[in-house]
């Protein structure tokens, strides 16, 4: 069992910049992938970000150039530097991790956090 705490968020002005951190906890996988996802009202939950346990970041054409996913190995610790935030980013984000690097990526991770509130307003 992974426990999953994603934090961070808020309400930010179009242009501002946020850093969310996702805690894992528990019985944690050697060599794990963890993404970020996101689900805005009315629409299905989207792939944000994934990086592999070395570092190996995929990004979604809406975040590249302007998101930037981490980890912290020893932390357990991953992170998303938003910056340039625009209304559309408005959603709730979700931390994720996975036993395999290709699950994460097809949204079928092993296990979610909560979610944490990002708004972005004009």
């Known amino acids: 069992q992974v426990q999953l705490v994603e934090s961070g968020g808020g309400l930010v002005q179009a242009g501002g910049s946020l850093r969310l951190p996702c805690a894992a906890s528990g019985t944690i996988f050697s060599g794990n992938a963890m993404g970020w996802y996101r689900q805005a009202p009315g629409k299905r939950r989207e792939k944000v970000a994934v990086i592999s346990y070395d570092g190996s970041a995929n990004y979604a054409d809406s975040a590249k150039g302007r998101f930037t996913i981490s980890r912290d190995n020893a932390k357990n610790t991953m992170y998303l530097q938003m910056n340039s935030l625009k209304p559309e980013d408005t959603a709730l984000y979700y931390c994720?991790?996975?036993?395999?690097?290709?699950?994460?990526?097809?949204?079928?991770?092993?296990?979610w956090g909560q979610g944490t509130q990002v708004t972005v307003f004009s």
């Open positions: 994720a991790e996975g036993r395999f690097f290709a699950n994460v990526l097809a949204g079928v991770a092993d296990y």
